[in-house]
């Protein structure tokens, strides 16, 4: 396997790269744990996993602080450490001691920008009598690559998209101009595809109007358009660029926040609530964030059920 790591600079696909960049270190280095992360707030995502009887699972999320890797990249730990427990800042990470890590060696996955994507590390139950930083320059080198194909398949990604929601203009609503609802459903399908791929973050948010149906009763059709077109209008100025828009009944409309933290979310609900109720069009509004992995249409419903929870107690 001494080329294994020629073969995965040369693939196109940065996880099947990621795979190769594991298997020829555990080769190496015979570290039962090798993995490729991402950071994102709090958490640490473990994106690919080379686990030899350690228990971790791609797609698995710890807390990024209760890592040797977040110690690795404040300056706080060396980038190889034979003996995890002669390192004051390791020997103390939760998860060191959730994990019993003897030995840890691990370098940044960093984006063009400069910003941190995640590492590449790996741990080993026992510590090593052998130094290993003799293995770093090969291991930046691995991390500089992967990182490189990481950046441009986030580049792709981002054009998908855009070509997504191309073709996703012939399914929108005549009233709105938003997508319908096979286009909000074929929109947040390929957005979870990315969300499992490359560990982002997103947030739904649910949203129905309160009282079309009396506009429709007392003032006629044509009043309570004119108040869905209001909404829409409220509604697409009050989100990001890149979220997508849609309305998925009559008077309901989805929001799909694309790489949202809770925060994140707890911000478009107050602009959203804000602008509906500036715009006359009062609305009950529920969101909620999924971590990667998750299902997005689990996590509609999610929003859904606190959007009908906050009607609740406004009634």
Known sequence: MTTDWLDAVTCPDFHAAASDVLSFLHERLDFRLWLVTRTEQDDWIVLRALDDGCGVQEGAVFRWADTLCARMVAGRGPRAAPRVAAEPAYATAALAQQLGIGAYIGVPLMRDDGSLFGTLCGLHPAPRAEPLEGELPLLELLARLLSSLLQAEL????????????????????????????????????????????GHAAGVIAIDLDGLKAVNDARGHAEGDRLLQQ??????????????????????????AIECD?????????????ALL??????????????PARDLHELWQQADQNMYQYKRTRR
């Not at 209008?233 to 989805?254: S, T």
């Not at 500036?278 to 971590?291: D, H, I, K, L």
Request: one cysteine or more.
């Open 155 to 198: 580049q792709a990604a981002q054009l998908a998209r855009e070509a997504e929601r191309a073709r996703a203009e012939a399914l929108s609503d005549s009233l709105t101009g938003l997508y319908n609802r096979r286009g909000w459903d074929q929109l947040i399908a390929a957005e979870e595809s990315r969300c499992r791929r490359y």
């Open 278 to 291: 500036r715009a006359g069009a009062p609305a009950s509004v529920g969101g909620a964030v999924a971590r």
């Open 231 to 256: 909404a829409a209008r409220a509604l697409q100025a009050a989100l990001r660029q890149q979220d997508i828009l849609a309305r998925v009944g009559g008077d309901e409309f989805a929001v799909l």
């Open 262 to 274: 809770p925060a994140g979310i707890e911000t478009l609900l107050d602009r959203v609530r804000g």
